[in-house]
T-cell receptor
Framework: EAQVTQNPRYLITVTGKKLTVTCSQN?????MSWYRQDPGLGLRQIYY???????DKGDVPEGYKVSRKEKRNFPLILESPSPNQTSLYFC????????????FGPGTRLTVL | DAKTTQPNSMESNEEEPVHLPCNHS???????IHWYRQLPSQGPEYVIH???SNVNNRMASLAIAEDRKSSTLILHRATLRDAAVYYC??????????????FGKGTHLIIQP
């Protein structure tokens, strides 16, 4: 089944404790991206990647890092999480260019205390 | 990308057609109209997209006004599983740009049994 998977689905952590949210897709898509969804603000793009070893900032990249060492994986790294990064995170993938249909993962709900 | 305006919420009865409107008076000639939906506790899901002509797929139909300043997503026979937030999104897909989708607040569709 074609899908985007994220892990963990739920995470509660404390300020400053480094964490990684994994994202993997099995559709051989070149383009992958991360969004965060907050009440009243909709979904906002954090980072995206056009292909392996190619990443770039989205609209709200501060406090996040990403890497794209393999085509199927696009982890989101929070080196020093803060409470304002408490949010619902979605990973998405598509064929390039990203104007084509984007497939979203099930989401990761992160709480930073 | 140009802005879209959607009603905050709409209510319909099960097994009846639903017409979800979207206004985009500042749409440019190269903007595609995309519709996504987000079911409760899930990631966004692609529904349909189009440029000028009306489009049909297994999920829905997209009716685009002749002047392209508005469009309507049509669910021909709504079921309880169609209860979701529906997002109308404009995106210039012509240049192969890497920016992501800009989600607004969408329309919360309520289906009554």
């Amino acid at each position: 089944e074609a899908q985007v998977t994220q892990n963990p689905r739920y995470l509660i952590t404390v300020t400053g404790k480094k964490l990684t949210v994994t994202c993997s897709q099995n559709m051989n898509h070149e383009y992958m991206s991360w969004y965060r969804q907050d009440p009243g603000l909709g979904l906002r793009q954090i980072y995206y990647s056009m292909n392996v070893e190619v990443t770039d900032k989205g609209d709200v990249p501060e406090g996040y890092k990403v890497s794209r060492k393999e085509k199927r994986n696009f982890p989101l790294i929070l080196e020093s999480p803060s409470p304002n990064q408490t949010s619902l995170y979605f990973c998405a993938s598509s064929l390039s260019p990203p104007g084509t249909t984007q497939f979203f993962g099930p989401g990761t709900r992160l709480t930073v205390l | 990308d140009a802005k879209t305006t959607q009603p905050n919420s709409m209510e319909s009865n099960e097994e009846e057609p639903v017409h979800l409107p979207c206004n985009h008076s500042t749409i440019s000639g190269t903007d595609y109209i995309h519709w996504y939906r987000q079911l409760p506790s899930q990631g966004p899901e692609y529904v349909i997209h189009g440029l000028t002509s009306n489009v049909n797929n297994r999920m829905a139909s997209l009716a685009i006004a002749e002047d392209r300043k508005s469009s309507t997503l049509i669910l021909h026979r709504a079921t309880l599983r169609d209860a979701a937030v529906y997002y109308c999104i404009l995106r210039d897909d012509s240049g192969g740009g890497a920016d992501g989708l800009t989600f607004g607040k969408g329309t919360h569709l309520i289906i009554q049994p």
